[in-house]
């Protein structure tokens, strides 16, 4: 006999969580996972910028480090996924039909959060006209939102990386391309690649390395020697943050360094692999949960925000504090993401 929720749970559930909708004939659930955890690792990059330590001493502070270290994965992560996920469309659709259809679900949540952000009051007060134009030219409305302006740019690149993806050389000068970026990671994250259509630039091999993976697919040994390659990823960065951290310059840390890109490779193909052996069932519910990340994305900071308000100084310095404001700006995000959802208007904006 089938037991059944309790009326209160299954009242929750479907209140926490994104509607139905149309589910895939065979729903990725490696993707889904793998969604489901960068935005996790996102909240916990933004966890210790919202919280600075105010105490905690030495190893307070090298924790914080390890926590932050361990999560700059997720950055390079998504972009792979969005390369990974696009190839199936780069495809079988023109370039102007795929630029329409994509560009479509980008620029509306970009204008309608950018607004938000924008004409939110903050500490300083209101912004003049004159630096919120020059807020949104480099592309920070909001200091998160410039991932999406780099994810319309990649838009722009999408069919140019989805046909360097099919041929092996072209792979080879785009790896090549990538060990430039790595080398000097912080001179791709300012001046003129702080703009439009010019920030996507040093993203797009991460992107087309996600259309070959799509392309060639994951095999078995490739799986292996990616979770074996993440468990070598975490043990390094944990020891560079527990023992040397002082040491070692800040690029090592950035989305775009060796330890960003390293990991969010990683971690992709490990969790897309991984993916395969997930019953359907599991697969199903972890992409209902997943359709909610776009939006907690948007809506994480306000949450975050609002924590800093109401919590007392100090609540963070503690390992088991940042842990739990973790878990509990994911929740609130993700429920209010999937609230969104359900609203005709604003699920185009999540």
């Known amino acids: 006999m089938t037991r059944r929720l309790p009326r209160w749970l299954a009242v929750a559930a479907g209140w926490l969580l994104p509607p ?11 993707s889904a996972l793998l969604r489901l955890v960068a935005m996790a690792a996102v909240i916990g990059i933004h966890v210790n910028s919202f919280f600075p330590l105010s105490g905690g001493g030495d190893i307070g502070r090298r924790l914080a480090l ?8 997720c950055v390079p992560a ?39 952000f924008t004409w939110m009051p903050s500490g300083s007060g209101w912004r003049g006209i004159r630096a919120v134009a020059h807020d949104w030219w480099n592309c920070v409305p909001a200091f998160h939102l410039w991932y999406i302006f ?33 080398a000097d990671p912080l001179f791709w994250s300012s001046g003129v690649f702080r703009h439009p259509l010019s920030i996507s630039l040093p993203y797009a091999a991460l992107f087309t390395f996600g259309c070959r993976f799509a392309f060639r697919g994951i095999g078995r040994t490739a799986g292996r020697l990616a979770a074996l390659s993440c ?10 943050s527990l023992r040397g951290a002082e040491r070692i310059p800040y690029p090592v840390f950035h989305y775009l360094g060796i330890g960003g890109v390293w990991g969010g490779l990683s971690v992709s193909v490990a969790l897309l692999h991984a993916g395969r052996s ?18 907690t994305y948007f809506v994480h900071p306000i949450v975050l925000a609002a924590f800093a308000k109401v919590l ?3 609540f963070a310095d503690a390992v088991w504090g940042r842990l739990a404001l973790l878990c509990a700006a994911f929740v609130a995000s993700m429920a209010i993401a999937a609230q969104m959802l359900k609203i005709p208007f604003l699920r185009r904006t999540v």
Do not use: N
């Open 231 to 240: 468990v070598a990823y975490f043990c390094c960065m944990a020891f560079i």
């Open 78 to 116: 998504f972009v792979f996924l969005s390369g990974y996920h696009a190839m199936g469309g780069l495809e079988t659709l023109p370039a102007r039909t795929y630029w329409r259809k994509r560009l479509g679900r980008i620029l509306l949540p970009l204008l309608f959060w950018g607004l938000v």
């Open 278 to 295: 997930f019953s359907p069932a599991v697969s199903a519910r972890l992409y209902r949960l997943s359709k909610a990340v776009f939006g």
């Open 66 to 73: 390890l926590g932050s270290s361990c999560c700059f994965w």
């Open 312 to 314: 007392p100084p100090g």
């Open 150 to 182: 780099m994810l319309a740019g990649l838009c722009f690149l999408a069919p140019l990386c989805g046909r360097l993806a099919k041929h092996g050389p072209a792979c080879a000068a785009v790896a090549l391309f990538q060990v430039a970026v790595m």
């Open 20 to 30: 139905r909708g149309r589910v895939p004939a065979e729903p990725d659930g490696g």
